[in-house]
């Protein structure tokens, strides 16, 4: 069993930054890859970018690619989504979740999850 929770969130202007933090509970953290999603206001939840359990791969979808990196620290059971050159598009509740492959971008393929965190853009 891991838990998830996530930090980091905030109103930002557009151009602007934000990292996002990840903490998990548990002994397993390092066996399971890591993704982050992203669920606009009545929109379906889509994937955003995945890390391999070592960190050594990752995966980005992309409408993130080039402004968005994560990365892990094994040793302190976190993932962190750092985000540049922020657009009001990007506007959403960010969600980190754990799987057994850093390629699966659907949600389904993610079996714990965390609860949320807003980030919200301004233009």
């Known amino acids: 069993q891991v838990q998830l929770v996530e930090s980091g969130g905030g109103l930002v202007q557009a151009g602007g930054s934000l990292r996002l933090s990840c903490a998990a509970s548990?002994?397993?953290?390092?066996?399971?890859?890591m993704g982050w999603f992203r669920q606009a206001p009545g929109k379906e939840r889509e994937f955003a970018v995945a890390?391999?359990?070592?960190?050594?791969?990752?995966y980005y979808a992309d409408s993130v690619k080039g402004r968005f990196t994560i990365f892990r620290d094994n040793a302190k059971n976190t993932v962190y989504l750092q985000m540049n050159s922020l657009k009001p598009e990007d506007t959403a509740v960010y969600y980190c979740?754990?799987?057994?492959?850093?390629?699966?971008?659907?949600?389904?393929?993610?079996?714990?999850w965390g609860q949320g965190t807003q980030v919200t853009v301004s233009s």
């Open positions: 548990g002994r397993t953290f390092s066996r399971y890859a």
């Open positions: 890390i391999s359990a070592s960190g050594g791969s990752t």
């Open positions: 979740a754990a799987a057994t492959s850093y390629y699966y971008t659907r949600p389904e393929q993610y079996f714990y």
